[in-house]
């Protein structure tokens, strides 16, 4: 990656798709947006435009593995449409265990924030994607 440059992080759900971005220092991870989830090419343009605009030059992709940490049908899902992405935006992708992210973002959602059910549905796609991207982050710094 070149100076001054950002990862995209991606929490790919069946009907959401949560996106966080790093900091220019890759250190800190935040909440970006939430896109609908379409066909590939869609998603891919949206992807590709905010990409664009935030001067991000790699994509991190949760990648949903069994409890037992094993690669289910969705793990499977996710690293296909993850490959498939890479290609059609043009950047690199690594894939993140996702694993209890979305509980654990649930759960400070309701245990620190206190934000109703409708709120917290809101932001828990875009948070999880933030928390995905930042033990990413976390890992790639030690």
Known sequence: M???QRLLGLDL??????VALSDTGLMLASP???????KLTANAAEIAAIARAQGAAGLVVGLP??????????????????????????LPAA????????AAVNRLLI???DLSRRRRA????????AYILQAAL?????
């Open 2 to 4: 070149k100076p001054n």
């Open 13 to 18: 759900g069946s009907k959401l798709i949560g």
């Open 32 to 38: 970006h947006a939430t896109l609908k989830r379409r």
């Open 65 to 90: 593995l069994s409890m037992d940490g094993s690669l289910g049908p969705a793990a499977q899902a996710a690293r296909d449409w993850t490959r498939a992405l890479s290609d059609a935006v043009g």
């Open 95 to 102: 894939l993140w265990d996702e694993r209890l992210s979305s």
């Open 111 to 113: 245990d620190e924030a």
């Open 122 to 129: 809101e932001l828990v796609d875009r948070m999880a994607a």
């Open 138 to 142: 976390d890992a790639s710094a030690t």
